[in-house]
């Protein structure tokens, strides 16, 4: 896509806006983005490349308006069009947040900085999980259920339904009947639903000044399991940072008491990751997909 194309659609989407600049921004696998300078402000254009169904981009706006009552950090929406006449595909325009990705920042910060990292990145997802659903599902209400072992146990079959028969060393079956008795076992019965971020990892969130400024990218956002979020903590931030887990664990629990029980769930929360992200794998990055069995039949032994 040419910047002239891009202008073109940020014109449709923002009428009488003026361009001063626009250049490709790296960043993200999902979307292709785009910085503007207008006369508004700076801007952030994003369009999707995977999935162009514009109800995704709806529940990432609804997901990130919930976080924001619930006074967590998230960027403001400008624009909205479910299907741009520039691009034949969604456009979304945001505030562009200024400041560095945490995972581009990690290298600089020492021992103290990235515990202290730790500590904010647990009070700002207990913040997201204490904002509370009317149902475990999408925030749009499309999907429902009425609670979180229904919930669990349709998203487990909705992964196994994409895995190959002899994903495991305990076959599709296998480990389908493993992960719904550990469902039965774990799931919380009288835990209302929380939002949950669906895609927490460093890339995701920006520093100023060494601290959480903006949570990025709801696009994962459901009301579900409020420990359906650590696998990725667990995979993209603790398995390189485990010193780090004990104060980001602290953090929350003061924000949002861990209940009885609490580790049980985040291991199957963690096997639910390892299972979505192989079947997510298949298709888009093959090379990937053994990491994630590993993990797999780690869990089933």
């Keep these: 896509m040419t910047n002239e194309t891009i202008a073109a659609a940020l014109a449709e989407a923002c009428p009488g806006l003026r361009i001063d600049d626009l250049r490709p921004l790296d960043a993200g696998h999902t979307s292709r983005q785009w910085v503007a300078d207008t006369d508004e402000g700076r801007l952030l254009v994003k369009t999707p490349v995977r999935d162009a169904d514009p109800e995704h981009l709806r529940r990432l706006i609804a997901t990130t ?26 456009l979304l325009v945001q505030e562009f947040q200024d400041g ?37 599902g999408d925030a749009l209400g499309r999907v429902r259920h009425p609670d979180a072992r229904a919930y669990l146990h349709a998203l487990v079959d909705a992964r196994i ?13 296998g480990l389908a ?25 460093r890339q ?25 979020d650590f696998g990725k903590l667990d995979e993209h931030v603790f398995a390189g940072f485990p010193d780090g887990r004990e104060a980001f664990l602290s953090a929350y629990d003061e924000t949002f008491p861990l209940p009885p029980g609490w580790p049980a769930r985040v291991r199957l929360g963690n096997a639910v990751h390892a299972l979505s992200m192989a079947v997510y794998f298949r298709r888009w990055e093959p090379r990937f997909v053994p990491e994630y069995v590993a993990a797999l039949d780690a869990w089933l032994d």
Excluded at 110 to 125: C, K, M, N, Q, S
Excluded at 161 to 173: C, F, H, I, W, Y
Excluded at 187 to 201: I, K, R, S
């Design 204 to 228: 995701n969130l920006i520093l100023r000044d060494g601290r959480i400024a903006c949570l990025l990218d709801f696009e994962h956002g459901r009301y579900a399991d409020r420990f359906l």
């Design 177 to 201: 009947a493993a992960l719904h008795r550990a469902v039965e076992a774990t799931a919380a019965a009288d835990e209302p639903p929380a939002l949950t971020h669906g895609d927490l990892w």
């Design 100 to 136: 560095e990705p945490a995972d581009a920042a990690w290298a600089g910060l020492g021992p103290v900085e990235r515990v202290a990292f730790a500590a904010d990145l647990g009070r700002l997802v207990a913040r997201v999980h204490r904002c509370t659903g009317p149902w475990f």
């Design 161 to 173: 339904a994409e895995a190959p028969e002899d994903l495991t060393v305990a076959g599709r079956d």
């Design 65 to 90: 308006r919930r976080a924001a009552e619930g006074g967590v950090p998230v960027v403001r929406f400008r624009a909205f069009v479910p299907r741009s006449t520039a691009l034949g595909a969604p």
